[in-house]
């Protein structure tokens, strides 16, 4: 995992608010509710990229930084460290923030391993053209 930083990196991919529902007993929005926000915006990124079906298989490398309250606007940037054949390596960051009053502070990242899926759920190749556009933009 990289070191705090003051802004987000990577693609604003999901956004959303913390609503009640979602807290625990001492009133913190849940870590799973937070890691599944983080699971949808990766999945949305590596379906676009991989232009298809999309299917996590590992998380690693996750530590919380702050609770998040009711009301706090989560928002997931992903941003693909690594393509393979048939997976991608996906950093996705989790920020909050209350109001426009205060940047947004870091609440978690980690990195999310996806594979990309045909229609029966087997492994399939990533397009060479999503591929390629990954390997010239870390080239640039």
């Known amino acids: ?3 705090s930083h003051l802004m987000p990196e990577g693609t604003l991919s999901l956004q959303t608010i913390a609503m009640p529902a979602d807290t625990n007993w001492s009133g913190d929005v849940f870590g799973g509710w937070i890691v ?10 590596a379906e676009r990229f991989s232009q298809g079906r999309c299917a996590t298989i590992s998380i ?8 998040v309250k009711v009301g706090n ?3 997931c940037y992903t941003k693909i460290l690594h393509v393979g054949n048939t997976s991608i390596q996906m950093q996705i960051e989790v920020w909050e923030s209350h109001d426009r009053s205060r940047a947004p502070i ?7 391993t ?3 899926v045909d229609s029966n759920g087997s492994k399939r190749q990533i397009p060479a053209e999503a591929k390629q556009q ?3 933009a870390q080239a640039s």
Do not use: K, R, W, Y
Not at 106 to 112: A, D, K, L, N, S
């Open 106 to 112: 870091q609440v978690t990242e980690g990195v999310f």
């Open 134 to 136: 990954f390997l010239d």
């Open 1 to 3: 995992m990289s070191d």
């Open 73 to 75: 606007v989560v928002s």
């Open 60 to 67: 690693n490398q996750m530590n919380f930084l702050v609770p």
């Open 36 to 45: 599944s926000q983080m699971d949808l915006a990766g999945a949305i990124h």
């Open 114 to 116: 996806f594979v990309a």
